[in-house]
């Protein structure tokens, strides 16, 4: 079984940055789909953004559209996730997950979909 590894994680001032970054072992992402999800105390599992990379087309949610970037790392099998402008409520989990049919209508903002997960790095925003 393919395994996601999340890394670039930990605490941030609002207003700062954050990448992270999505590598797989025993899996390629090559024309795949690979998302990024959060999940904060309390809260239900939610989309962040996504990549169809056979048609390199990406969505993201409204609440990070405009901030962050999910995009191919061009130097290695990876994907990876910048975020910038973070605000306090960006505070979550963020898990990276693939093997879905992201490309066809919402599909890509569905957490029940992905195959394989990641562990998650977790996030923290302060003020």
């Known amino acids: 079984l393919p395994k996601l590894l999340e890394s670039g994680g930990g605490s941030a001032q609002a207003g700062g940055w954050k990448r992270l970054s999505c590598e797989a072992s025993?899996?390629?992402?090559?024309?795949?789909?690979v998302g990024w999800f959060r999940q904060a105390p309390g809260k239900e599992r939610e989309a962040v953004a996504a990549?169809?990379?056979?048609?390199?087309?990406?969505y993201y949610s409204d609440s990070v559209k405009g901030r962050f970037i999910i995009a191919r790392d061009n130097d290695k099998d990876a994907v990876y996730l910048h975020m910038n402008d973070l605000k306090p409520e960006d505070t979550a989990m963020y898990y990276c997950?693939?093997?879905?049919?992201?490309?066809?209508?919402?599909?890509?903002?569905?957490?029940?979909?992905?195959?394989?997960w990641g562990q998650g790095t977790q996030v923290t925003v302060s003020t």
């Open positions: 997950a693939t093997d879905w049919p992201c490309q066809h209508g919402s599909a890509w903002s569905r957490p029940d979909l992905p195959n394989y």
């Open positions: 025993s899996y390629s992402f090559s024309m795949k789909c």
């Open positions: 990549i169809y990379l056979s048609w390199a087309t990406t």
